[in-house]
């Protein structure tokens, strides 16, 4: 079992940075891929980020490429998300969601395991 606390949301302005964590426990955190993923009201849930075991290979979603970075610090059990250039479309509850296997999937599906979620809004 992994269980997955995210921090750090909150509101700001549009062109502005905010950093999300998310903190695991339960398992060796760095036999875990993790990935972020939002979704905005009315919307389903979408891939933002993710990184495998190595903290060289991420992945983003076009939309927030060159805009976000995701890392993580295997001494720390955290996996963050850096948010810079933030604008409105990127309003919605962020999740943090880790998996057991050794490939970054892109879909909610090739997550097992979830956070509670955590608001980012962003206002114009």
């Known amino acids: 079992q992994v269980l997955l606390v995210e921090s750090g949301g909150g509101l700001v302005q549009a062109g502005g940075s905010l950093r999300v964590s998310c903190a695991a426990s339960?398992?060796?955190?760095?036999?875990?891929?993790m990935g972020w993923f939002r979704q905005a009201p009315g919307k389903e849930r979408e891939f933002v980020a993710g990184?495998?075991?190595?903290?060289?290979?991420?992945y983003y979603a076009d939309s927030v490429k060159g805009r976000f970075t995701i890392s993580r610090d295997n001494a720390k059990n955290t996996v963050y998300l850096q948010m810079n250039s933030l604008k409105p479309e990127d309003t919605a509850v962020y999740y943090c969601?880790?998996?057991?296997?050794?490939?970054?999937?892109?879909?909610?599906?090739?997550?097992?395991?979830w956070g509670q979620g955590i608001q980012v809004t962003v206002s114009s």
């Open positions: 969601a880790a998996d057991r296997s050794n490939v970054v999937g892109m879909a909610s599906v090739f997550y097992g395991y």
């Open positions: 339960g398992r060796t955190f760095s036999n875990l891929v």
């Open positions: 990184i495998g075991w190595i903290a060289g290979s991420t």
